[in-house]
C-alpha cells in the first residue's frame, strides 16, 4: 500500500466560453513543469453527471507537505499559469485536504 500524500489539492474551473476549454487545459498544463508536486493531473470533465455541469476542466495535485504546496504556488510558472487561464475562466473552487 502506498502512503498517503500530506496534502491534495483540487481545483475546478468552468470556462465563460467552453469553445476556449482546451486553452484553460493548456494554460493549465505548464503546471505541471513546477517540481513541488508528488503527483499533478489537468483533465477536461468528461460531463457525465446528469446533476451538475458547471465544471469543465480538473487539476489534481499531491504534496508532501504545507510547504511544497507554498513553494508550487510561489513559482513563476503558477503566475504565468494564471494569467493565461484567468481571462478564459469563469468559476474557480479550490480545495486543500
Avoid: C, W
Amino acid at each position: 500500500m502506498t502512503a498517503r500524500p500530506a496534502l491534495r489539492h483540487v481545483v475546478f474551473f468552468s470556462a465563460k466560453d467552453k469553445a476556449d476549454t482546451i486553452r484553460i487545459v493548456e494554460g493549465l498544463e505548464i503546471l505541471a513543469d513546477i517540481p513541488h508536486a508528488r503527483v499533478f493531473e489537468v483533465r477536461q470533465n468528461r460531463q457525465q453527471d446528469a446533476l451538475s455541469s458547471e465544471v469543465d476542466v480538473v487539476v489534481y495535485a499531491e504534496f508532501d507537505s504545507e510547504e511544497d504546496l507554498a513553494a508550487y504556488k510561489a513559482h513563476p510558472l503558477y503566475e504565468a499559469s494564471i494569467k493565461a487561464v484567468r481571462p478564459l475562466r469563469e468559476l474557480r473552487m479550490a480545495a486543500d485536504f
